[in-house]
């Protein structure tokens, strides 16, 4: 199995503040590693796929990086919509997610 | 557009068997274009991928769950189903149907709603 793990857990931020979330795999995933965006009540929102690639009607001010065993999740100017919890996944081997990082108002 | 829609119980008995089914609108289940999906979600708690069906009938499951899940598709009614049996409460959680394109650059981009299923007695 692959695990992932995600720092931080909790991330305090305003409105305009870049965010940096990074997510880590027991082993390589090269790029097979995806974004979602989840906010109370709603189902998950996918944001990203093959680490970098931004779908469609997603504001280009999220952004994906990375491969092999070491990700990020920008986002360049934080929003009010923006105020969530992330997870990263994992679809190099069978699927699984990161325990989610949230995203609260400082 | 791709939609998806659980529907089930919302309550089951511990040690009885959870089925719930995801009907499928704006596509077909049995496009070669998809494969189907189930991720569930404790309340308060993270994400945990049970499985994957394609219309062909080709699963692939969780291994932590293997021994208790099936699923199926049902070309008929358009829709895909989970069944988990010998539940506990630790089974009680949002599930959730989804869809990933065959294309497999990417992964579940469509989702369903969800749907709360609590293990009680």
């Known amino acids: 199995d692959i695990q992932m793990t995600q720092s931080p857990s909790t991330l305090s931020a305003s409105v305009g503040d870049r965010v940096t979330i990074t997510c880590r795999a027991s082993q390589s995933l090269s790029t097979w590693l995806a974004w979602y965006q989840q906010k109370p009540g709603e189902a998950p929102k996918l944001l990203i796929h093959k680490a970098s690639t931004l779908q469609s009607g997603v504001p280009s001010r999220f952004s994906g990086s990375g491969s092999g065993t070491e990700f990020t999740l920008t986002i360049s100017s934080l929003q009010p919509d923006d105020f969530a919890t992330y997870y990263c996944q994992q679809y190099n081997s069978l699927f699984s997610f990161g325990p989610g990082t949230k995203v609260d108002i400082k | 557009q791709l939609q998806l829609q659980e529907s089930g119980p919302g309550l089951v008995k511990p040690s009885e068997t959870l089925s719930l089914t995801c009907t499928v609108s704006?596509?077909?289940?049995?496009?070669?274009?998809?494969?189907w999906g189930w991720i569930r979600q404790p309340p308060g708690k993270g994400l945990e991928w049970i499985g994957r069906i394609y219309y062909s009938g080709s699963t692939y499951y969780n291994p932590s769950l293997k021994s208790r899940v099936t699923m199926s598709v049902d070309t008929s009614k358009n829709q895909f189903s989970l069944k988990l049996s010998s539940v506990t409460a630790a089974d009680t959680a949002i599930y959730y149907c989804?869809?990933?394109?065959?294309?497999?650059?990417?992964?579940?981009?469509?989702w369903g709603q969800g749907t709360l299923v609590t293990v009680s007695s």
């Open positions: 704006g596509g077909s289940v049995s496009s070669r274009s998809y494969y």
């Open positions: 989804a869809s990933r394109p065959a294309d497999v650059t990417s992964t579940f981009d469509t």
